[in-house]
T-cell receptor, first 110, second 119 residues
C-alpha cells in the first residue's frame, strides 16, 4: 500500500530564512509526486510536480528514490508563503488518484 | 471559468438526517474525485469517477455514504443517516483524466469545499 508522511504539522520560520518541508513516501512502484498548497481563504492548488523539475514561487523539490523523499525547499521564505502544504503521491497504474500526506502548516514570521 | 463548483458551502444538520453535497466539475474534465478532510485523518480520497463511472470507491467509509455522477457536469455525495463523526470538510476535484496526453493533464483542480457539521 502507498503512504505519504509529512512529519511536521507546523513549521515556523522567520522571513528570509531557508525552508524545508519534509515528505517521505512508501510505494513499491514508480511514483509521481506533487506538492499542493492551500493559502488562507483559497482553494487547494497544485504548486509543483517532480517530473517537471521546475521552480515555482522560488520552491523546488527533488525526488530522492533512495531515501523515498520529496522534500520541498525554498532558500528565502517570504510572508506570503504562509500556507498549508500537502505532499501527494500518484500511483502509476491507478488513473489520477492521489494519496495525500497529513499536511504541514508553514508560518513565516516578519 | 469559475472552476469546480460545490454547494452548499456550509451545512449544519442533526444526527440522523440525510445530507447531499453537490459538485460541478470543470467543463471538459473527465475525472472527478471526492475527498474528506479532518484534523485527525487529513485529506482522504473517498471515491474517483472517470467518464461518469465510479472507478475506485475503496475510500468510502461505510454504506451510509454513496456517490453518483449522472452526467459529466454533476456529481453528488450523499450521507444517510448522518452522524457527528461525519463532520468534516468535503472537497470535490476534477482533472482532464487518464489517457489524456501532455504535462498537467493529471492536475487536480479543487472546489472550495463544503464544511459539514452534524450535531
Amino acid at each position: 500500500a502507498q503512504r505519504v508522511t509529512q512529519p511536521e504539522k507546523l513549521l515556523s520560520v522567520f522571513k528570509g530564512a531557508p525552508v524545508e518541508l519534509k515528505c517521505n513516501y512508501s510505494y513499491s512502484g514508480s511514483p509521481e509526486l506533487f506538492w499542493y498548497v492551500q493559502y488562507s481563504r483559497q482553494r487547494l492548488q497544485l504548486l509543483l510536480r517532480h517530473i517537471s523539475r521546475e521552480s515555482i514561487k522560488g520552491f523546488t523539490a527533488d525526488l530522492n528514490k533512495g531515501e523515498t523523499s520529496f522534500h520541498l525547499k525554498k532558500p528565502f521564505a517570504q510572508e506570503e508563503d504562509s500556507a498549508m502544504y500537502y505532499c501527494a503521491l500518484m500511483r502509476g497504474n491507478a488513473g489520477n488518484m492521489l494519496t495525500f500526506g497529513g499536511g504541514t502548516r508553514l508560518m513565516v514570521k516578519p | 471559468d469559475a472552476g469546480v463548483i460545490q454547494s452548499p458551502r456550509h451545512e449544519v444538520t442533526e444526527m440522523g438526517q440525510e445530507v447531499t453535497l453537490r459538485c460541478k466539475p470543470i467543463s471538459g474534465h473527465n475525472s472527478l474525485f471526492w475527498y474528506r478532510q479532518t484534523m485527525m485523518r487529513g485529506l482522504e480520497l473517498l471515491i474517483y469517477f472517470n467518464n461518469n463511472v465510479p472507478i475506485d470507491d475503496s475510500g468510502m467509509p461505510e454504506d451510509r455514504f454513496s456517490a453518483k455522477m449522472p452526467n459529466a457536469s454533476f456529481s453528488t455525495l450523499k450521507i444517510q443517516p448522518s452522524e457527528p463523526r461525519d463532520s468534516a470538510v468535503y472537497f470535490c476535484a476534477s482533472s482532464l483524466g487518464p489517457g489524456e496526453s501532455g504535462v498537467g493533464t493529471d492536475t487536480q483542480y479543487f472546489g472550495p469545499g463544503t464544511r459539514l457539521t452534524v450535531l
